[in-house]
């Protein structure tokens, strides 16, 4: 995620020269902290992503079993205790390192390719219609990596139910992927890479597009106070405030789970269907149409108000501890 701080500070005429990075170091930078901030959004937003996939998971030929979030949240606490909402947390953080670190890297291939297609010249920064190309870019491409990781997550996150609804015992991370290696091949570990490649290669150009156009408004907007050029020159080489940074991620994440939900959710119910069963998957549309036949557009949006909730603080912070970590520690 290119920031607009860092942006700015290349495209002055008065950066240093001998202050300038390689592509090798700014790569390593962005999977080393992307990885790290990644990490710490996971955390914060791992047991409200729990009861959004099993919101999103609830099957068709049963009576729902949760009226709404605050049911669910309720009834899974009631059942395994708070940290039975963390369940399966070792894929997705590992996920999360892989999804953000990917995203870091692939949104600066994704600004390499628009540089050299002629458009923009390197000495300028990128307007943002660019960034919102270079965000779908980086999404398309970490949804290969990603959609892997989250099948496993969703099959530990919401385990496998006996015909009468009653929940087998949650399986673990190795039992999960030696089942779907034994019954799917390897082809099985994509099984709902269409939803993740809509909603991440969406999502992240509405990610990176709405937190950079954040962030150029409250650079207007903070230039409009200076009383002097020189102190706008100066507003334009430091970072936002804390508080303007954190609202610019918070209104990323917002955007980006908002905007593509339905495909999310569609993904979730491939991705949580039972290995090895005698039935046969359904394909990303097939399962869209079952599922608007069966609760229409709300059934699509099921889960989707936590969700949002939960992307605002979690995103707000995967921003400020990647910049902080590019401003203050770079390599």
Same mark, same amino acid.
């Given at each position: 995620m290119a920031t607009t701080e860092v942006q700015n500070m290349a495209a002055k005429p008065s950066h240093n020269p001998i202050l300038e990075k390689s592509a090798a170091k700014e790569s390593i930078e962005d999977i080393i902290y992307g990885s790290v901030a990644g990490i710490v959004g996971k955390y914060i937003e791992y047991p409200f992503d729990t009861v959004k996939v099993r919101l999103q998971s609830q099957p068709d030929h049963l009576?729902? /079993?949760? &009226?709404?979030?605050? @049911?669910?949240? /309720?009834? +899974?606490? $009631? #059942? @395994?205790?708070?940290?039975?909402?963390y369940r399966g947390i070792s894929a997705p953080l590992f996920g999360a390192a892989a999804e953000t670190s990917s995203l870091f890297f692939f949104e600066r291939i994704g600004r390499e390719v628009v540089y050299a297609s002629g458009y923009y010249s390197r000495d300028r920064v990128l307007p943002l219609s660019a960034l919102w190309f270079t965000g779908a870019f980086a999404g398309a491409f970490t949804s290969f990596v990603l959609t892997p990781i989250e099948l496993v997550k969703c099959k530990i996150q919401v385990p496998a139910s006996s015909k009468d609804g009653a929940p087998f015992k949650a399986p673990s991370v190795g039992s999960v992927i030696r089942d779907v290696y034994k019954y799917e091949g390897v082809k099985g570990f994509w099984h709902g890479q269409m939803g993740t490649f809509l909603r991440e290669s969406g999502g992240c150009a509405a990610w990176f597009g709405s937190k950079e156009t954040t962030t150029k408004m409250f650079h207007l907007l903070n230039e409009k106070s200076a009383a +002097? !050029? %020189?102190? $706008?020159?100066?507003?334009? &080489?430091? #970072?936002?405030?804390?508080? !303007? !940074?954190?609202? #610019?991620?918070?209104?990323?994440? %917002?955007?980006?789970?908002?905007?593509?939900?339905? #495909? @999310? &959710?569609? $993904? +979730? /119910? %491939?991705? &949580?269907?039972?290995?090895?069963? +005698?039935?046969h998957h359904r394909t990303f549309w097939q399962e869209g149409k079952a599922l608007w036949n069966q609760h229409g557009l709300r059934g699509l949006y099921r889960g989707c108000g936590i969700t949002v909730l939960r992307s605002a603080p979690s995103s707000a912070f995967i921003f400020m501890v990647f910049d902080g970590l590019k401003r203050y520690l770079p390599m």
């Open positions: 009576p729902l /079993r949760y &009226t709404g979030p605050l @049911d669910c949240f /309720r009834q +899974s606490i $009631k #059942a @395994d205790g708070f940290l039975g909402l +002097s !050029q %020189m102190e $706008k020159d100066l507003l334009a &080489t430091e #970072a936002l405030p804390l508080w !303007q !940074q954190a609202i #610019a991620g918070a209104s990323a994440g %917002m955007s980006y789970n908002f905007l593509f939900f339905p #495909a @999310d &959710t569609i $993904k +979730s /119910r %491939m991705q &949580t269907a039972p290995v090895g069963g +005698s039935g």
